[in-house]
């Protein structure tokens, strides 16, 4: 297992399509096993492969609470099949955009087709976080991001502060988790 970096934007390989893989390569397993130890210890509650610079449809995530114990959930070539009308707004963050978040309206509800680390097919209903971080992460598959879904105003913003950060070379997380002044965006 080995803690990977996680690209941030501007990194052009966020915007990649990803492709999918066959569950059951021995590959694909160690894939997961380094994106839960990267997502950990970020911390995240979902990571895509493509945030670590592999462009496969991997997804993990791990919704539990805190203080509750943990409840890993692998995601292999997940795919909406059905969206609800009825939409909802959440907060969102991102770990390939750090430190930012900001009001998303999606779905409410989907329905999402995946496979499992077996190669077994599982379709779930899901609502609340689970619908927002599913629709969170296949974005990320398929080369969205969720500052594409604010205006255009606040992304362009969001955009400038990090190609300026780029800039200066902050292109790791660790930057923007810096408390010294001149890591700050601005
Ligand atoms: O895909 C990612 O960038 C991970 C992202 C997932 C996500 C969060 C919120 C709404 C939709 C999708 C994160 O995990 S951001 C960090 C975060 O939300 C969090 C971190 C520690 C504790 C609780 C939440
Ligand atoms: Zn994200």
Sequence with gaps: MAKRDILIIPDKRLRMKSE??????????????????TMYDAPGIGLAAIQIGVPQRVVTMDLAKKDEPKEPQVFINPEITWASDERAIYEEGCLSIPEYYEEVERPKM?????????GK????????????????????????????????????????KFKKAAKRGDTTR?????????????
């Design 20 to 37: 999918p893989v066959k569950p059951t390569d021995p590959a694909v397993r160690a894939l997961v096993e380094d994106m839960f130890e």
């Design 110 to 118: 989907v329905k999402v087709k995946y496979l499992d680390l077996e």
């Design 121 to 160: 097919e599982h379709e779930v209903e899901a609502d609340g976080l689970l619908a927002t971080c599913l629709q969170h992460e296949i974005d990320h598959i398929n080369g969205i991001l969720f500052i594409d879904h604010i205006s255009k105003l606040k992304r362009e913003m969001v955009m400038k």
């Design 174 to 186: 660790a930057a923007y988790q810096d408390d010294t002044p001149e890591h700050h965006l601005g």
